[in-house]
């Protein structure tokens, strides 16, 4: 009986620097004569040794961890997107992503903001940050703007930094007596 599989020849990739065996030469195997690139990978953030200042020494120096890292952006919600809810609806992080509109990781991680791109047809309560143009349009079709989440995260810094004020006073009375 034969076997009816259709036969595949797919030949390994030649590993460079292994030796005759490995299917690519011997000696220099393909990486040139000497140098740098003849022994090793070059570092990604090499860009040449002709008096050139590289990228990272031209940025402004910033200390601490995440120099590199920008804030990250907040999801954008267009009011077209918010026709789709019912009218009189209280729209929030979670009934958007009930609705489908806003994916559940992405919108923990970065958060959400709405803009007035398009028109908005219902009455809504906001309870997320909006754009002015936004806030017009749908104060203007009879909804109302609940800026909850912004007040909520001003009230935990303020009593951060009044706990940490405190903290900081009783241990320099402690030390003082």
């Excluded at 020849?9 to 140098?35: A, D, E, L, Q």
């Excluded at 009930?98 to 903001?113: C, H, L, N, P, S």
């Excluded at 989440?149 to 402690?174: F, Q, V, W």
């Amino acid at each position: 009986m034969k076997n009816k599989l259709p036969k595949t020849v797919k030949r390994r990739n030649k590993r460079v620097g292994r030796g005759y065996g490995s299917g690519k030469g011997g000696h220099t195997t393909g990486r040139g004569v000497k140098g740098q690139r003849a022994r090793t990978k070059n570092n990604i953030l090499f860009e040449g040794v002709k008096m050139k200042k590289s990228y990272f020494k031209r940025l402004p120096l910033m200390r601490g961890k995440g120099k590199f890292r920008s804030k990250p952006k907040p999801i954008i919600v267009n009011l077209d997107y918010l026709n789709l809810l019912r009218s009189n609806t209280k729209v929030d992080i979670n009934t958007l992503i009930q609705e489908g509109i806003v994916k559940r990781d992405d919108a923990e991680r970065f958060g959400v903001k709405i803009l007035g791109g398009g028109e908005i047809k219902k009455k809504i309560i906001v309870m997320l940050p909006v754009s002015k143009s936004a806030a017009k349009q749908i104060e203007k079709a009879g909804g109302k703007i609940v800026e909850v989440s912004e007040s909520i995260n001003k009230k935990t810094e303020k009593e951060d930094k009044t706990t940490r004020k405190g903290s900081n006073s009783k241990a320099k009375t402690k030390k003082s007596k």
